[in-house]
Every structure is written in C-alpha cells, then in structure tokens.
C-alpha cells in the first residue's frame, strides 16, 4: 500500500529565503505524486503534480517539485518565500491517478518578516 | 473559477445524532469523495463515488456512513449515530473524469460532537 511521510510538521523560514519541505513517498507501482496546500480556513488546492513525466515539476506561486526514485523522495521548494505562502502544505499519494489520494500529515509553514 | 462549496462550514452535534454534510462538486465533474481530518493528524479517504455508486471506500466508512446525490447537483454524507470520535473537518472533493484529474476540494466542514 501507499503511503507518504512529510518529515517535520512545521517549517519556519525568512522572507526571501528558501523554502524546502520534504516528502518521502512509498509505493509498490510508479506513483502519482501531488502537493496541496491550504490557506487557513480554506480547502485544500493543488499546487503540483507528478505523473511520471518530467521529474521537475512546477507548480503554481512559485513552487516546484523534483521526483528522485533513487531517494523515493519529492520535496516541494520555492526559491524565495513570501508573507502569502504561510499555509499548511500536504504532499499525497495515487497508485495510479485513480485510486484515492493518500496524504502525508502536512507540514505547516511560517514565514517571518 | 468554479468551486465545491460545502455547507455548513461548522456543524455541532450531541453524541448519538444524525447529521447531514452538504457538498455542491463542480458542475461537469464526474467523480466525488469525501475526506477527513481529525485535528492534528492526517487527511484520511473516506469514500468515492461514480455514476451513482459507491466506487470506493476505507476501514473509517463503516454503517454509519451513507453518500447520497439526491439531485443533479448535491452530494452528501449522513453520519447516522455520531461519536465523539467523529469530530473532525470534512473535505468534499470532485474531479473530471480521465487518469490523474486533478481532485478540487471544498473549504469543509468542521464537525463538533459533544
């Protein structure tokens, strides 16, 4: 069975410095992999997604995403963070594109001024 | 940019009730689910839904659970016997029919049990 691991449940960063939350899947079929991000007191909107063509992927605000199998890993950054990318980021899961999305515990990321 | 829109955004109930969880998907998208997210820990699958019919659901979606799409437009969930463990924020989700559609979430449902 799938599953997803976010190492660290809350990243704090400068404005303007890197951002790097990180994201190790495990999965017994090449995976569909997925970044969501929710606002406070919004749902959850997809930022990326990975299936299995390019391995760098990027997304919307900024954010890109890099599929390494070798290190099962699919760590989500953005080169400068802002004010407005303070939100909770959850990376998720398919086996195939269909079968229903499994989530990581999401990593809630701060920004300082 | 269409949305799910789920009503209402904060439900409190006593233990042993009956609720209903309202969710409009987007209005082309073929698919639905149902989420949830017990405070501090992960989004969970509870069921998917397809052409009328259950397609798919977790340990979590047990008797107590029903999905219904009473028209066109809705689509619900019905926690029969609430349980203090049901406390939780529920996500209704929807998505276009074809490989790897992207799900498109509602804003939730925060439901109280007390």
């Known amino acids: 069975a799938q599953s997803v691991t976010q190492l660290g449940s809350h990243v704090s960063v400068s404005e303007g410095a890197l951002v790097l939350l990180r994201c190790n899947y495990s999965?017994?079929?090449?995976?569909?992999l997925f970044w969501y991000v929710q606002y406070p007191n919004q749902g959850l909107q997809l930022l990326l997604k990975y299936t299995s063509a390019a391995t760098l992927v990027k997304g919307i605000n900024g954010f890109e995403a890099e599929f390494k199998k070798s290190e099962t890993s699919f760590h989500l950054t953005k080169p400068s963070a802002h004010m407005s990318d303070a939100a909770e980021y959850f990376c998720a899961v398919s086996d195939d594109g269909n079968t229903p999305l499994v989530f990581g515990k999401g990593t809630r990321l701060s920004v300082i001024a | 940019e269409p949305e799910v829109t789920q009503t209402p955004s904060h439900q409190v109930t006593q233990m042993g009730q009956e609720v209903i969880l309202r969710c409009v998907p987007i209005?082309?998208?073929?698919?639905f689910y149902w989420y949830r997210q017990i405070l501090g820990q992960k989004v969970e699958f509870l069921v998917s839904f397809y052409n009328n019919e259950i397609s798919e659901k977790s340990e979590i979606f047990d008797d107590q659970f029903s999905v219904e799409r009473p028209d066109g437009s809705n689509f619900t969930l019905k926690i029969r016997s609430t349980k203090l463990e049901d406390s939780a924020m529920y996500f209704c989700?929807?998505?276009?029919?074809?490989?790897?559609?992207?799900?498109?979430f509602g804003n939730g449902t925060r439901l109280t049990v007390t």
């Open positions: 989700a929807s998505s276009e029919p074809g490989d790897n559609s992207p799900l498109h």
């Open positions: 999965s017994s079929v090449p995976p569909y």
């Open positions: 209005s082309n998208h073929l698919y």
